[in-house]
T-cell receptor, first 110, second 112 residues
C-alpha cells in the first residue's frame, strides 16, 4: 500500500529561523513528488521534483529529492510569519494520482 | 490565465440526499482530479478524469462518482449522503504531462 510520512507534524519557530521539513514515501511506480503550501484555502503548488539530487529553489524555499532513499526535504530559510501554513508532500505514481501526507503545520512567531 | 473554479463554494445537505459538485479546469488542462479533505484523514484521492474517461480511482464507495465533459469540465456526485461525507472537496487540473496539479478553492460540504 502506498504510504507517505511527513515529519514533524507540527513546528513552531521564530521569524528568521531556518526550517527543514521531511517527507518519506513508498509509492508504486513513483514518477514525481510535489510540495504544496496550504493556508486557510486550497493547496498552492510549490515544487515538483522528478530527479534525484537536483535542488529546486524559489526564493527562500528549496527542495531536494532522494529517489534511492525515498525521501524529500523542503527547506525554508529566514522564515517569515507569512510562511505559517501546512506544508504537504505528495508523491505521484504513473497514473498521475497524488498521495498526500498528513502535512507539517508550521507556525512562525514574530 | 484563470485558475480552477469550483461551484458551489459551500453546501449544506441532509443525510440521504445527493449532491453534485462542479469543477472547471484551467484552460488547456485536460485532466481533472478530485480529492476529499477532512481533518482526520487529510487529503484523499477520489478519481481522475482525462478526455472524458475515468483514468484512476481511489478507495471510496460507489456512492462517489464523477464524469467529465468534452470541454474538460467535470462534475462529482455523491449519492445517499452520510454525516461522514462532510468535508472539503477539492478539484485539481493539469496537463497530461508534467504532473503538477493546480487546485481550485474547493467546495465545503456539510451533511446534517
Amino acid at each position: 500500500e502506498d504510504k507517505v510520512v511527513q515529519s514533524p507534524l507540527s513546528l513552531v519557530v521564530h521569524e528568521g529561523d531556518t526550517v527543514t521539513l521531511n517527507c518519506s514515501y513508498e509509492v508504486t511506480n513513483f514518477r514525481s513528488l510535489l510540495w504544496y503550501k496550504q493556508e486557510k484555502k486550497a493547496p498552492t503548488f510549490l515544487f515538483m521534483l522528478t530527479s534525484s539530487g537536483i535542488e529546486k529553489k524559489s526564493g527562500r524555499l528549496s527542495s531536494i529529492l532522494d529517489k534511492k532513499e525515498l525521501f524529500s526535504i523542503l527547506n525554508i530559510t529566514a522564515t517569515q510569519t507569512g510562511d505559517s501554513a501546512i506544508y504537504l508532500c505528495a508523491p505521484g505514481g504513473s497514473q498521475g494520482n497524488l498521495i498526500f501526507g498528513k502535512g507539517t503545520k508550521l507556525s512562525v512567531k514574530p | 490565465k484563470a485558475g480552477v473554479t469550483q461551484t458551489p463554494r459551500y453546501l449544506i445537505k441532509t443525510r440521504g440526499q445527493q449532491v453534485t459538485l462542479s469543477c472547471s479546469p484551467i484552460s488547456g488542462h485536460r485532466s481533472v482530479s478530485w480529492y476529499q479533505q477532512t481533518p482526520g484523514q487529510g487529503l484523499q484521492f477520489l478519481f481522475e478524469y482525462f478526455s472524458e474517461t475515468q483514468r484512476n480511482k481511489g478507495n471510496f464507495p460507489g456512492r462517489f462518482s464523477g464524469r467529465q465533459f468534452s470541454n474538460s469540465r467535470s462534475e462529482m456526485n455523491v449519492s445517499t449522503l452520510e454525516l461522514g461525507d462532510s468535508a472539503l472537496y477539492l478539484c485539481a487540473s493539469r496537463r497530461q504531462q508534467p504532473y503538477e496539479q493546480y487546485f481550485g478553492p474547493g467546495t465545503r460540504l456539510t451533511v446534517t
